[in-house]
């Protein structure tokens, strides 16, 4: 038997280079929970190198019925170095039979539609074949409109239902009170004795209607972890922009900011352009985004990120300080995970918490609702 290395570095590098199957040659090397999770990520791939050898292999399923891609490929994107990342996910693409998917239409239609594939056909087709362009938003486009006609009426509900509910009593608000219009309807219930007239009907006046629409700003973080959030946000953007009253500009960034305001009619469009990237510059979209806001008190301003600043966090919180001052309605939507759970940087959140933002973790319907409290 073959002894292991004295250094127990060098033998958790062996270990984590040569698999699970080496680590009886390695006196076990003792991984730590970093280790362990960089272990696990590996394996998913590179352990069916050992099944195909007669090993067992008890690593996690990349099988396309499952499409658990994505998620797999964000912890990678966080384990390593972006050169290192690059070269996995080539190996993924020959390993998982994605070269098939990405070149045979017939392929891609045995796949069930669903959101986990639309993550990964966003997240590997610049190395599709052309010949597929065109099935591959065939198919973005039938998992783009099953989400939208999931989430509209949602929306919809939560930012005019609510208020039809209530819309007798926002008519008759004080400040729409018509005092001249009430003396008039009520002249003839007046009493000499009391010298009062008893205001039976009251009347007031529709000003409300002429009030100018809310603008909301959707600030959309769109590096590689966050493309599920993306997704809803690019979906939500465009129903949003279809309701009387409610302007909608999206702007959405990485290291660089694009506005891509004038294309939220096309979700579909939208979501093949965007470029995913791995670095992030959050206080420069903010600042970018100050200049679209031409009435604060009118205006929301939503932060779609995990809030992982790669510039400097001081350039973000002096920019959320001037929306706040300026009254914009402020908040920060955390990431959610494929398990519906936040996540997101809680101490960098803290800090905009106390700059002004409100902070929350909530679904697209939750997010609605929160929205129709404020403009309703």
Same mark, same amino acid.
């Given at each position: 038997?073959?002894?292991?290395?004295?250094?127990?570095?060098?033998?958790?590098?062996?270990?984590?280079?040569?698999?699970?199957?080496?680590?009886?040659?390695?006196?076990?090397?003792?991984?730590?929970?970093?280790?362990?999770?960089?272990?696990?990520?590996?394996?998913?791939?590179?352990?069916?190198?050992?099944?195909?050898? @007669?090993?067992?292999?008890?690593?996690?399923?990349?099988?396309?019925?499952?499409?658990?891609?994505?998620?797999?490929?964000?912890?990678?994107?966080?384990?390593?170095?972006?050169?290192?990342?690059?070269?996995?996910?080539?190996?993924?693409?020959?390993?998982?039979?994605?070269?098939?998917?990405?070149?045979?239409?017939?392929?891609?239609?045995?796949?069930?539609?669903?959101?986990?594939?639309?993550?990964?056909?966003?997240?590997?087709?610049?190395?599709?074949?052309?010949?597929?362009?065109?099935?591959?938003?065939?198919?973005?486009?039938?998992?783009?409109?099953?989400?939208?006609?999931?989430?509209?009426?949602?929306?919809?509900?939560?930012?005019?239902?609510?208020?039809?509910?209530?819309?007798?009593?926002?008519?008759?608000?004080?400040?729409?009170?018509?005092?001249?219009?009430?003396?008039?309807?009520?002249?003839?219930?007046?009493?000499?004795?009391?010298?009062?007239?008893?205001?039976?009907?009251?009347?007031?006046?529709?000003?409300?209607?002429?009030?100018?629409?809310?603008?909301?700003?959707?600030?959309?973080?769109?590096?590689?972890?966050?493309?599920?959030?993306?997704?809803?946000?690019?979906?939500?953007?465009?129903?949003?922009?279809?309701?009387?009253?409610?302007?909608?500009?999206?702007?959405?960034?990485?290291?660089?900011?694009?506005?891509?305001?004038?294309?939220?009619?096309?979700?579909?469009?939208?979501?093949?352009?965007?470029?995913? @990237?791995?670095?992030?510059?959050?206080?420069?979209?903010?600042?970018?985004? =100050?200049?679209?806001?031409?009435?604060?008190?009118?205006?929301?301003?939503?932060?779609?990120?995990?809030?992982?600043?790669?510039?400097?966090?001081?350039?973000?919180?002096?920019?959320?300080?001037?929306?706040? =001052?300026?009254?914009?309605?402020?908040?920060?939507?955390?990431?959610?995970?494929?398990?519906?759970?936040?996540?997101?940087?809680?101490?960098?959140?803290?800090?905009?918490?106390?700059?002004?933002?409100?902070?929350?973790?909530?679904?697209?319907?939750?997010?609605?609702?929160?929205? @129709?409290?404020?403009?309703?």
């Amino acid at each position: 038997m073959n002894k292991p290395p004295a250094d127990r570095s060098t033998a958790v590098r062996w270990r984590l280079a040569l698999g699970r199957h080496a680590e009886t040659n390695l006196g076990g090397a003792g991984l730590s929970a970093g280790d362990q999770q960089l272990d696990q990520a590996m394996e998913a791939l590179y352990g069916r190198a050992h099944g195909e050898r @007669g090993y067992r292999n008890r690593g996690g399923s990349l099988d396309l019925s499952q499409i658990v891609l994505p998620r797999w490929l964000d912890t990678l994107k966080e384990l390593f170095p972006k050169s290192v990342f690059e070269t996995i996910q080539s190996h993924a693409i020959d390993r998982f039979d994605l070269g098939e998917m990405l070149s045979n239409p017939g392929a891609l239609k045995k796949l069930e539609p669903n959101l986990n594939l639309l993550k990964v056909l966003l997240s590997f087709r610049g190395r599709a074949d052309p010949s597929v362009a065109g099935p591959i938003r065939e198919v973005v486009k039938q998992i783009v409109e099953e989400l939208r006609r999931r989430l509209e009426s949602q929306i919809i509900r939560a930012l005019s239902g609510s208020r039809n509910r209530f819309a007798r009593s926002q008519q008759k608000r004080m400040a729409n009170f018509d005092i001249r219009a009430t003396v008039r309807a009520n002249l003839k219930n007046y009493q000499p004795d009391r010298r009062a007239i008893i205001a039976e009907q009251l009347r007031f006046t529709a000003r409300q209607r002429r009030q100018m629409p809310w603008t909301v700003v959707l600030c959309v973080d769109q590096s590689g972890s966050m493309l599920s959030s993306l997704i809803h946000a690019v979906v939500t953007a465009s129903i949003l922009a279809s309701l009387p009253a409610v302007k909608v500009k999206v702007v959405v960034f990485d290291t660089a900011v694009v506005d891509v305001s004038d294309r939220i009619e096309d979700p579909v469009d939208l979501l093949l352009s965007v470029q995913l @990237g791995g670095g992030t510059n959050i206080g420069q979209a903010i600042t970018y985004c =100050e200049g679209l806001i031409t009435q604060p008190s009118r205006t929301v301003f939503a932060l779609i990120s995990d809030f992982e600043e790669g510039a400097s966090p001081a350039v973000m919180i002096q920019a959320v300080r001037r929306l706040a =001052e300026a009254r914009v309605t402020l908040i920060g939507l955390a990431a959610l995970g494929d398990d519906g759970e936040p996540v997101y940087d809680r101490a960098m959140a803290a800090r905009l918490a106390g700059a002004g933002m409100e902070i929350a973790a909530l679904t697209p319907d939750r997010f609605a609702e929160w929205l @129709g409290g404020v403009i309703g």
